[in-house]
């Protein structure tokens, strides 16, 4: 069964930088489409971040984050990256990888981490 487990959370100041991974196992993901979602309390779960299958180069970025963050992926260990610089309060959340077995990220993926927690200071 596919498991997601992500690492690198944490505390941070204003205009710092932070960078979440994620290591998938239990298949081979290089036809997987990997991102990321973001999550506040009391609020809905939300896109962050995509890579399209096969290190394809197709990435979205949604427009709240678009310049300061950065998504990758390494197909050789099973890991997506986000590289968060720039950080503001406003990132503060819980920040979930996902994985599907599509060419992009559906708005609903097939699998999912368990969540790590950002949270900026001001």
């Known amino acids: 069964q596919v498991q997601l487990v992500e690492s690198g959370g944490g505390l941070v100041q204003a205009g710092g930088s932070l960078r979440l991974s994620c290591v998938a196992s239990g298949g081979t993901f290089i036809a997987y489409a990997m991102g990321w979602f973001r999550q506040v309390p009391g609020k809905e779960r939300e896109f962050v971040a995509s890579i399209g299958s096969w290190n394809s180069g197709s990435t979205r970025i949604a427009d709240s984050v678009k310049g300061r963050f950065t998504i990758s992926r390494d197909n050789a260990r099973n890991t997506v990256y986000l590289q968060m610089n720039s950080l503001k309060p406003e990132d503060t959340a819980v920040y979930y990888c996902?994985?599907?077995?599509?060419?992009?990220?559906?708005?609903?993926?097939?699998?999912w981490g368990q969540g790590t927690q950002v949270t900026v200071s001001s």
């Open positions: 996902a994985v599907d077995m599509f060419v992009v990220l559906r708005t609903t993926p097939r699998y």
